[in-house]
């Protein structure tokens, strides 16, 4: 069985479908409390000092885990996010990507490959990661560059943007993959198998057994019932159907977002606020359960913490499904014998039930709202977008000297 040591574990996404490709774990770097609780739950491996990347860069040897440099099959993770998310782009200070103090986590992986020399290493990040003027990838190739010209070894990096739900993962995730092989072994990426027909949600959640189902809470969760299944709050806008309750384009995109039980789901967030979906068509938040399902975690996996904690633990995660194919797709290159059929694939449902009927009668507490409201003025134009442009303005960001 090849190895692996697991980088930012989180709730063990990566970890789950690395072990279902044949990936034995020779340890875990994670400093959550929450997600350590939950590596434990499952039973993924043993983890490593106090979890902190920075620091055990600094002193963890090969020696240690029982290698020598250059011994370990894969290294695998997916730093923080925050530095290069979409998120970050539109806060007070932001776009600094290599510049953020949590990209330093990005260093101390490098510099835990220069000390392992991997023979594989997969980085999984937002779009973020490796596109835009602040992402990470033009350090990354730098520090390969580096390690190849201070050991003597030869890696190639394999870049490629791919979204989930076109390998079987019923939630559409763009996601940064970053593939890095040793000594000129080349690497194929896996081809999609699902991108003319992805699974669903209802492929997902027809079947989930829940615990509990939560409850909504925040001002606006009794216009769920007006929104149809897939539609956002646009439909309560001047150019969708209903009540014109919000003007056209002023909230973020997932505001009153409702699953379609035809379609993927949209992309799981790991910190939503009250209004923030994808909600059940059931008019109410996920629950733990149906957000695993939608991820590909396989049943029974358990998360530490309370919901809010769980579901962050969750939205951060990577697919389980789609580290599998990945960590198949490696073991290929390394082995050169052919993969097996992934295990975490579910099996469509079937028909797909009809969508529930959409009320019309605005509820009492919102009445007053109802009327014709101004629509954002146009990209570039609304006060996010003229504050940063007065933020960036102000400083000149470039990349850290290693």
């Not at 929450?34 to 590596?39: P, Y």
């Not at 990040?125 to 990470?136: C, D, E, L, S, T």
């Amino acid at each position: 069985m090849l190895s692996v040591l697991s980088l930012f574990s989180g709730a063990g996404g990566m970890d789950v479908g690395l072990e279902r490709a044949g990936f034995h774990h020779v340890g875990l770097i994670e400093i959550g409390q929450r997600q350590r609780q939950t590596l434990e739950l499952n039973n993924v491996g043993q983890l490593l000092g106090d979890g902190d990347v920075n620091g055990l860069a600094k002193v963890l040897e090969p020696r240690a885990l029982g290698l020598a440099p250059g011994e370990l099959d894969l290294m695998a993770g997916g730093p923080p996010c925050q530095p290069f998310s979409m998120a970050a782009q539109w806060a007070a200070r932001g776009r600094q990507g290599m510049l953020d103090p949590r990209a330093e986590t990005v260093v101390s992986t490098l510099s835990l490959v220069r000390k392992f020399l991997p023979r594989a290493v997969l980085f999984e990040n937002v779009k973020g990661f490796v596109q835009g003027p602040r992402a990470a990838i033009g350090y990354l190739k730098n520090e390969f560059a580096n390690i190849n010209a201070e050991t003597g070894v030869r890696y190639q990096l394999y870049v490629q943007m791919i979204n989930a739900a076109d390998f079987g993962v019923p939630q559409n995730r763009q996601r940064a993959i970053v593939v890095a092989i040793r000594d000129g072994v080349e690497f194929a990426w896996p081809a999609p198998t699902h991108a003319e027909r992805p699974l669903t949600a209802w492929d997902a959640l027809w079947d989930v057994d829940i615990e509990t189902r939560p409850q909504n809470r925040g001002k606006w969760a009794e216009l769920l019932p007006l929104i149809p299944e897939g539609s956002n709050y646009l439909w309560l806008t001047s150019r969708g159907q209903g009540p014109e309750l919000f003007g056209y384009r002023t909230k973020y995109w997932n505001f009153l977002l409702k699953l379609a039980r035809d379609r993927p789901s949209w992309t799981l967030p790991a910190s939503p606020g009250p209004s923030t979906g994808p909600f059940h068509w059931e008019n109410r938040p996920l629950a733990v359960e149906e957000q695993l399902r939608l991820q590909s975690f396989p049943d029974g996996w358990s998360v530490a913490g309370n919901y809010r904690e769980q579901t962050l633990q969750i939205g951060n995660a990577t697919p389980p499904l789609l580290a599998e194919i990945l960590g198949q797709a490696i073991k290929r290159c390394l082995t050169r014998k052919p993969g097996e059929k992934p295990s975490l694939i579910r099996v469509p449902a079937g028909k797909v039930p009809a969508p529930r009927e959409t009320e019309t009668a605005v509820p009492l507490r919102y009445a007053g709202l109802v009327g014709a409201k101004d629509a954002h003025a146009g990209e570039g134009k609304g006060p996010a977008a003229r504050s940063l442009s007065t933020v960036n303005s102000e400083s000149d960001v470039s990349l850290p000297a290693r």
